[in-house]
Nanobody
Framework: QAQLAESGGGLVQTGSSLRLSCAAS????????LGWFRQAPGKARVFVAG????????YYENSMEDRFTISRDNTKNTIYLQINNLTPEDTAVYYC???????????WGRGTQVTVSS
């Protein structure tokens, strides 16, 4: 069974950068898209970015392409989310998930907390 484990969150100051990691295990992810989502306090979980496992095509929520960069390292079975110029509005739990071709995102990790102080 696929397992995803996020790491790299923390408490940072406005203007800082973070790189989140998501280690994937339990199956081969060929044909999958892996994605990052975030859930701010009191709000719904929203899509941030996705990347195809096979060829590295990337997808971003419209407002996030400027400061967010998703990448992958297939040799380490890991995807990353680089976030630059963090603001308090980026405070959220960040999750990764995997979607099979033509399917929905699932196999959610437990998330990693990012807190940005002003």
């Amino acid at each position: 069974q696929a397992q995803l484990a996020e790491s790299g969150g923390g408490l940072v100051q406005t203007g800082s950068s973070l790189r989140l990691s998501c280690a994937a295990s339990g199956r081969t992810f060929a044909g999958y898209t892996l994605g990052w989502f975030r859930q701010a306090p009191g709000k719904a979980r929203v899509f941030v970015a996705g990347i195809t496992w096979d060829d590295g095509n990337t997808y971003y929520e419209n407002s996030m392409e400027d400061r967010f960069t998703i990448s992958r390292d297939n040799t380490k079975n890991t995807i990353y989310l680089q976030i630059n110029n963090l603001t308090p509005e980026d405070t959220a739990v960040y999750y990764c998930a995997a979607a099979p071709s033509g399917g929905y995102y699932g196999n959610w990790g437990r998330g990693t907390q990012v807190t940005v102080s002003s």
